[in-house]
């Protein structure tokens, strides 16, 4: 199993970007997903940003609701997190996650950068 994760970068403070997560290697329509973010610089934990569930159904991080929208693609096996009125607080790498089989696989992580 494999996802890969894109669409990070630099953005502006009140810009968006998307980031997007396709999956390798397994089912992806039958199975819970989500996005995580660590911020740079020490060690604290990933932060949960965004779910999804098998239905649609989605839940956000108090500090990205009405911002951040996750959302997945399942025939071409592919999941979404669009950022919008990014802050610099939202500065982190990115990763995507999938449950499959009772464990979770990660993406490899993407850098998003909020500055002016």
């Known amino acids: 199993v494999q996802l890969q994760a894109s669409g990070g970068g630099l953005a502006q403070p009140g810009g968006s970007v998307r980031l997007s997560c396709k999956v390798f290697g397994t089912i992806f329509s039958g199975n819970p997903a989500g996005w995580y973010r660590q911020a740079a610089g020490n060690q604290r934990e990933r932060e949960l940003v965004?779910?999804?569930?098998?239905?649609?159904?989605?839940n956000c991080s108090e500090s990205v609701k009405g911002r951040f929208t996750i959302s997945r693609d399942n025939p071409t096996k592919t999941m979404y997190l669009d950022m919008n009125s990014l802050k610099s607080e939202d500065t982190a790498v990115y990763y995507c996650?999938?449950?499959?089989?009772?464990?979770?696989?990660w993406g490899q992580g993407t850098l998003v950068t909020v500055s002016s």
């Open positions: 965004a779910a999804i569930n098998t239905g649609g159904g989605t």
């Open positions: 996650t999938l449950r499959r089989w009772g464990r979770d696989f």
